[in-house]
């Protein structure tokens, strides 16, 4: 009876849609971690992913992925290109980030963090950067603290989806203030992805039934042993929570 | 990129052998809730299943299913029998259904729940009950609350695995007592199957995270507005949970 999964769990409508291009994967990959163009491309389909993200570290402190090394491997044409500022330490920085991206490779989806000490984005640069890039033509999915107003602030300024931390980048600690995390989802309606400290795939799950639209995981699939089996563990956690939610259920939230 | 799921997610060995029967799906439901034979099948498929587990009700005060609807609408030669003891309050109950059940229907794989109260198995009228159950050449699976002394007394008594309580029957709180979960399942080898409280797929996956060889849903399916939809999930967060394991990925212990 190891029979593929129901049909039930093939998602139909896209999530979001953004210039056309549509995201159904509920699964969000980063991989500024990886320096293997083969294992990248694995790792994107065990996930299911259909968005690929790439940056520009502005002081090449860190090891990068040649663009032409993962057109041939990985298939670039298969993913919606998202670019990302997870590197930049303040505003400006983001902003330069976001116009050379776009500028070498067209890419007007950003993903936008402002992150002067590494692991907390900064809720207030963050969204003054975001109406600049909004203002400049680009598709903005910030990240912040969780917070109601700054969400709303965000929407406001006319981003295309929020991002909430669930818990310090890179911590493995899940979702740590649930109550936080729904009242910031109660305050927009455009789409809300969960990100940061999801280590687990009970996590993941945990992030799905709180309602998120999408989940991002980066360490902890970058960091695994295996990372393709990991990221195959990463998608049937959001497909088991996204149906659940489909059913009306929710855990009770934690205190 | 929505593709099924990678190869890495199809189990490969059995995690239980009993009489020449397979066990490799590591999600078991309960069916004693459903009055709907085209509803069970349909259950156990989008499940995964591979176990169909049957029972009497000795005082008949329950709606159950008449096993030659079932039979020609499940498949049930596709499945594993095994019989369950789930009504029986008391040691004298659990055994007259297994026998019941073996001179009815040739079972010998026996899922031995006593429960006087309902919701909490009994663990030392469960130890004797196993043992004559043993005695009398059943496969035994006994239910007990957490504790190393009984699972090794449960185990030394020749039971082929033993089910814990994660929280009360249909209470959906998931595991409550992680530690004392994990310090039972350290004093045997025979496999440990959580059960009990899994309400959603958050708290399956956890379940396989703490290292359960397979979890047992019930209720959670079984009341859900599309039992179908949330065996599902719960199949997605099994293969998640185990996944992880594999990956050595296990979570801090909640205090």
Redesign the interface.
Known sequence: ??????D????TKPWLSLGGREF??RLILGIEQYTDATLVSEV???A???VFITTFDLEQTRPSLLMSDLDETVGLD??VWIGTTSFARSREDALLTARRLRESYGIHIMKLDVRPSDNFPHNAQTVTAAAELVAEGFDVLPFILPDPDTAAALEQAGCAAIRLMASPVAS?R?VVDERAVRETMAAVSVPVILEGGL????????AM?LGADAVLVNT?IAQ???P??????????V??????V??????PLAP
């Open positions: 009876m190891s029979s593929a999964p129901a039930t769990t093939v998602p159904h994967s994107l389909r065990a299911g992913a259909d298969d993913y493995a899940g280590g687990t795939p009970a996590q993941v799950v945990r039934e902890a695994a042993p295996q393709a089996v990991l990221a195959a563990s990463m998608r049937h956690a497909l088991a929570g996204r149906l659940a489909d059913q009306g259920l929710v855990g």
